[in-house]
């Protein structure tokens, strides 16, 4: 007698049971996709878990202030840790002298607890036919910890790479200073990209590509934005087919209107940072946490691979702050006070004609 097989619908995406075991570095999403981690842990969950494999990542520079670079650079370090190959191009002369200011991992407030609770752990005294107990569930504890900390750290701004980490890494740097066209970076995107073929049985290991400022005026073809949309529109297809991530930051000030947009969909994911000024009355009455702020991150598109359903956000508009001055966090925005005052509620009273106040609407 055959064996009954359950019947597949002709639209359903088959996934091995193999998918379990993950790559360090991998994370596997919703409808077959997999995700690496952007570096940052809060951009992270903002997304939904991450980068999605195949797809484009271009990010809106703010004219007035370099904060494109503290996505850039946790996107490159998060690689470096996790032994993904790098292609970076710069407009700079030398490019490779960038790598000297990528982030360090740094011990983050999680571990910081997880160690405090061990430490707390070694001094208790417990019967001993509990302890057996005790041991599993610690062990399983710190197994969910580490596969956390596997996939997504927390970058020291503050401390940077050593020399000696980068020994061994596959780095490849591009200066497109020099070149008169496109085709030296095409060229070299389409070889790295070759080494990632998409395979649907497992990831073995996934690229990133990071392109800084790619209608800078250092760049010789700043003036030729077709020839720009082009590429863009090559690399998109090339990335799609590969398992790699490519992460492009543009000024949009620097193109025309019509060739912005035109960029910007053809991001998969698309986000835009701005700075904040340092005095802005209005803007500090209106936001709570105002003087801990050094920019805002708005995230105008999220990467939809294998489905036609959007992805609907609770909040697009994001706070950048720096957590003690070393760590990269997003928050939420959150409205201050009505009367301007300090505190996390509009009104300490419960009651609507509480106030002494009388307006349009008193009730």
Not at 219 to 231: G, R, Y
């Amino acid at each position: 007698m055959a064996a009954f097989r359950p019947r597949i619908g002709s639209f359903s995406r088959n996934v091995s049971a193999s998918s379990s075991s993950l790559t360090p570095g991998l994370k596997h999403g919703p409808n077959g996709t997999t995700f690496i981690s952007s570096g940052v842990p809060d951009l992270d969950k903002i997304l939904g878990g991450g980068f999605s494999l195949g797809s484009l990542v271009m990010v809106i520079e703010d004219a007035e202030a370099p904060h494109h670079l503290l996505l850039l650079r946790n996107f490159m370090s998060q690689g470096l840790v996790h032994n993904q190959p790098l292609l970076y191009a710069s407009p700079s002369k030398d490019p490779r002298g960038f790598l000297g200011t990528l982030p360090s991992a740094g011990s983050s407030k999680d571990e910081k607890s997880s160690k405090r609770d061990s430490d707390e752990e070694k001094g208790l005294r417990i019967a001993w036919q509990y302890k057996k107990y005790f041991d599993e569930n610690h062990q399983s504890l710190d197994s969910n910890r580490d596969s956390k900390k596997e996939f997504c750290n927390d970058f020291d701004l503050r401390k940077p790479l050593e020399r000696q980490f980068l020994i061994g890494k596959q780095i490849d740097c591009v200066s497109t200073q020099d070149s008169q066209n496109l085709v030296a970076l095409h060229d070299r995107c389409a070889a790295f990209l070759s080494q990632f073929s998409r395979n649907e049985s497992s990831v073995s290991v996934a690229g990133r590509i990071a392109i800084q400022s790619l209608c800078a005026p250092q760049f010789v073809h700043s003036d030729m934005e077709w020839d720009m949309l082009s590429f863009l529109r090559s690399l998109k297809g090339m990335v799609r087919s590969s398992n790699a991530v490519a992460l492009v930051t543009f000024p949009s000030t620097l193109l025309s209107l019509s060739t912005s947009k035109r960029w910007q969909h053809m991001a998969d994911t698309l986000l835009s940072v701005k700075a904040i000024p340092d005095e802005d009355k209005d803007l500090a009455k209106l936001l709570t946490g105002y003087q801990d702020m050094i920019g805002l991150l708005n995230v105008h598109k999220v990467a939809r691979i294998n489905t036609q359903f959007p992805v609907i956000l609770e909040a697009t508009t994001f706070s950048i702050k720096l957590q003690k001055r070393r760590f990269l966090v997003l928050e939420c925005l959150n409205q201050a006070p009505i009367d301007g005052s300090s505190g996390s509620s509009y009104s300490t009273s419960g009651s609507c004609s509480g106030s002494s106040r009388t307006g349009t609407l008193d009730f």
